[in-house]
């Protein structure tokens, strides 16, 4: 590592930010140029301040992780990204490294692996925190690496294969008899889960795994004529919206 590398500590929880920071300033070789709490401080610190390596938490509530890590690289480019988190699947893992991050590492590592971490991503190293790699290797040699829909709760998924199928917020709320308020909060949780913040991310992600083809989808004229009940609780919702969704 040439020289001090000036790093943006991106993490929600206030305390957790400040020990982190404590700690990075017991290594000479880091500078915590600039804090932020969630994912638009992310943005507008990086337009104010030269940095070389943004450690960041994806768990912020405004900006789903993945569009977090684009934007910030597209701000700048040359930066890297090291990634802490409590835990992280590995299809998670596997998607933020493809789109440009440089390491992961969990809160289960002591202080001396944390540093270690970030010394390699500053040298332009990968770091993968082994019990990531662990985990990642079993899932591979496995199949056990789940799409991340089938870690989606029932209610989720129902909502979710509506989504995609075009229905909005009301006509959901409708068809299942439940609120607006009700449906946006789920909704809101099933993107935080899958990491993406706009119906083109579900989009893409349904047809990139051939969740459904577009030639098989029901649109609304004829849901009409379903029960409400028929539609939340009898009939499994793809043999009216053409969505397969595998295990």
Known sequence: MIGMTKILLAERQTLIRQVLKMLLE???????VA???DGNEVFSKLRQFEVDLLLVDLTMADIAGLE????ASAICPDMKI?????????????QALRNGVRGFITTNQDSTEFLKALHKVAD?????????????LIDN??????????????????????????????????????????????KKMLMGKMHFS??????????????????????????????????????????????????
Not at 124 to 136: N, Q, T
Not at 211 to 237: C, G, K, M, W, Y
């Open 124 to 136: 332009g190293a990968r770091y993968i925190d082994p019990d990531i790699a662990e985990s990642m």
């Open 35 to 37: 804090e932020a709490k």
């Open 82 to 94: 090291l990634v802490l988190q409590k835990h992280a699947g590995s299809q998670l893992v596997t």
């Open 141 to 186: 040699v496995t199949g056990d690496d789940k799409s991340m829909h089938t870690r989606l709760s029932p209610r989720e998924l129902e909502i979710f294969r509506l989504l995609v199928a075009g229905h909005g917020v009301n006509d959901i709320a409708d068809l299942l008899i439940i609120s607006n308020k009700t449906v946006s909060s789920h």
């Open 68 to 71: 977090l890590i684009a934007r």
């Open 198 to 247: 706009s119906m083109a991310d579900l989009m893409r992600y349904a047809l990139q795994r051939n969740l459904f083809e577009e030639n098989a989808i029901v649109f609304e004229q004829d849901l009409q004529f379903l029960p409400h009940t028929q539609l939340s609780r009898e009939a499994p919702p793809d043999r009216y919206i053409g969505i397969r969704i595998h295990a």
């Open 26 to 32: 017991t290594d000479p070789g880091f500078e915590v």
